[in-house]
């Protein structure tokens, strides 16, 4: 089987952390006999260095003819100041909405190496297993008009809300799908006391639920949610929520986990293409360092494998490895104070577990 994965490293430590998972891609395909072609794109501050900006119609015509894109991050400091359409952050907006990867699924793990570096309680933590699915290509981040304007004689400034129906309904039913196959219950997540999006929101899950007998329906409003999350976790199968209320509480869920270096994600559109990245940015901090954690993007090479390849075994196969290496007790620094391994050492420490699981 010969599958073109686009690699599309970015900023900050995206590029080392890219490395780790294309070299476990590599592993797999060596093993198990497959053969993936990689070729890279430039996208976000590292594409306005090169070519003037952050999404290159070349970067978006290699993604489309690719199988599956795995990227890194983008973003840093050095592109701050510039102005909205020349920001990194831009070209990440763009591909996402070019290839219509409308559903974010961002699961949240609590491993059980790793129920000692949560900032939760061991029993809080133990077994929690959240599947958040994110509205990615609409909200607050797409709406029109956005800018700075007089208002009442004053600067002030304009972003704008805005879904239809039918954007709202597809991310429900493929929420409403994935618990059908999981734990049976989605808590849709919405400010509906607020927000008149919101209001059709709870209506579309309503409706939606009506389809899906077997799944039980639970409102949350989106503040209680946040709480929620950190006090009692277990109570979430699926979580779907909108695209702004997705992107902060899967970072607080990471918590759970032990590090924002832990989350993978996948963004999908309904075909078997998507495109997979950890959850975390760019980590300016420690970019450049060999520190990063690569286990979030390790991890997405799995959910690559899974959704868009169907090789689950192989998925099995990493996600194994990288419990293997926590039960043996490699960290990187964002999960210990004292030992910590660089990021190429964990990667080497995940394809040497993988060697052995496929030789033993
Ligand atoms: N998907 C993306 O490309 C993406 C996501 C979030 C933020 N960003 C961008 O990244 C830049 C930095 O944002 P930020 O600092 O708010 O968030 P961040 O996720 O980059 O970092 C937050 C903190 O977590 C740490 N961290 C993140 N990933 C880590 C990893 N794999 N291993 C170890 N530690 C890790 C960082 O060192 C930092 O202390 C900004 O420009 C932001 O827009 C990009
Ligand atoms: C960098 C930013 C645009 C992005 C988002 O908000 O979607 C990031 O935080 C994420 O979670 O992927
Ligand atoms: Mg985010």
Same mark, same amino acid.
């Given at each position: 089987?010969?599958?073109?994965?686009?690699?599309?490293?970015? *900023?900050?430590?995206?590029? =080392?952390?890219?490395? !780790?998972?294309?070299?476990?891609?590599?592993?797999? %395909? &060596?093993?198990?006999?497959?053969?993936?072609?990689?070729?890279?794109?430039?996208?976000?501050?590292?594409?306005?260095?090169?070519?003037?900006?952050?999404?290159? &119609?070349?970067?978006?015509?290699?993604?489309? !003819?690719?199988?599956?894109? @795995?990227?890194?991050?983008?973003?840093?400091?050095?592109?701050?100041?510039?102005?909205?359409?020349?920001? +990194?952050?831009?070209?990440?907006?763009?591909?996402?909405?070019?290839?219509?990867?409308?559903?974010?699924?961002? +699961?949240?793990?609590?491993?059980?190496?790793?129920?000692?570096?949560?900032? @939760?309680?061991?029993?809080?933590?133990?077994?929690?297993?959240?599947?958040?699915?994110?509205?990615?290509?609409?909200?607050?981040?797409?709406?029109?008009? $956005?800018?700075?304007?007089?208002?009442?004689?004053? =600067?002030?400034?304009? *972003?704008?809300?805005?879904?239809?129906?039918?954007?709202?309904? $597809?991310?429900?039913?493929?929420?409403?799908?994935?618990?059908?196959?999981?734990?049976?219950?989605?808590?849709?997540? #919405?400010?509906?006391?607020? @927000?008149?999006?919101?209001?059709?929101?709870?209506?579309?899950?309503?409706?939606?639920?009506?389809?899906?007998?077997?799944?039980?329906? =639970?409102?949350?409003?989106? &503040?209680?949610?946040?709480?929620?999350?950190?006090?009692?976790?277990?109570?979430?199968?699926?979580?779907?929520?909108?695209?702004?209320?997705? #992107?902060?509480?899967? *970072?607080?869920?990471?918590?759970?986990?032990?590090? @924002?270096?832990?989350?993978?994600?996948? !963004?999908?559109?309904?075909?078997?293409?998507?495109?997979?990245?950890?959850?975390?940015?760019?980590?300016? #901090?420690?970019?450049?360092?060999?520190?990063?954690?690569?286990?979030?993007?390790?991890? !997405?090479? %799995?959910?690559?494998?899974?959704?868009?390849?169907?090789?689950?075994?192989?998925? &099995?196969?990493?996600?194994?490895?990288?419990?293997?290496?926590?039960?043996?007790?490699? $960290?990187?620094? #964002?999960?210990?104070?004292?030992?910590?391994?660089?990021?190429?050492?964990?990667?080497?420490?995940?394809?040497?577990?993988?060697?052995? %699981?496929?030789?033993?």
């Amino acid at each position: 089987m010969i599958k073109k994965i686009t690699t599309l490293p970015g *900023d900050g430590i995206g590029p =080392e952390i890219v490395e !780790s998972g294309k070299a476990v891609l590599q592993v797999i %395909a &060596d093993l198990y006999g497959h053969q993936f072609e990689f070729q890279e794109g430039l996208i976000g501050g590292a594409a306005i260095d090169a070519t003037g900006v952050p999404l290159p &119609d070349e970067t978006i015509e290699r993604c489309q !003819s690719s199988d599956a894109c @795995l990227l890194g991050a983008v973003g840093g400091p050095k592109w701050d100041q510039q102005p909205p359409h020349l920001r +990194p952050e831009k070209g990440l907006l763009a591909i996402r909405q070019a290839l219509n990867l409308y559903a974010n699924l961002r +699961p949240v793990q609590a491993l059980d190496a790793l129920i000692e570096e949560s900032t @939760l309680k061991p029993e809080v933590v133990s077994g929690v297993d959240v599947l958040i699915v994110r509205e990615l290509t609409g909200g607050i981040y797409f709406g029109e008009p $956005r800018e700075r304007r007089t208002i009442d004689g004053e =600067e002030g400034v304009v *972003d704008t809300l805005v879904y239809k129906k039918s954007e709202i309904e $597809r991310l429900l039913h493929r929420a409403f799908q994935f618990a059908e196959i999981r734990g049976k219950h989605v808590t849709s997540v #919405d400010k509906a006391n607020v @927000l008149e999006s919101s209001r059709m929101w709870r209506e579309c899950a309503n409706e939606v639920a009506t389809h899906y007998p077997s799944v039980t329906l =639970e409102h949350m409003l989106v &503040d209680n949610a946040a709480m929620q999350l950190i006090r009692q976790p277990k109570q979430f199968d699926v979580l779907v929520t909108e695209n702004l209320f997705g #992107d902060i509480l899967s *970072d607080e869920a990471s918590m759970i986990t032990g590090s @924002l270096g832990m989350l993978p994600s996948a !963004s999908l559109n309904g075909t078997a293409f998507g495109l997979y990245e950890p959850v975390h940015g760019s980590a300016p #901090d420690i970019a450049g360092l060999n520190q990063a954690n690569p286990l979030a993007t390790i991890a !997405s090479t %799995a959910m690559l494998l899974r959704y868009s390849f169907g090789l689950l075994e192989e998925a &099995d196969c990493i996600e194994q490895a990288i419990n293997q290496v926590l039960l043996k007790g490699y $960290r990187t620094a #964002d999960l210990t104070n004292a030992n910590a391994i660089s990021t190429e050492e964990m990667t080497k420490a995940v394809i040497k577990e993988i060697k052995v %699981a496929i030789h033993s």
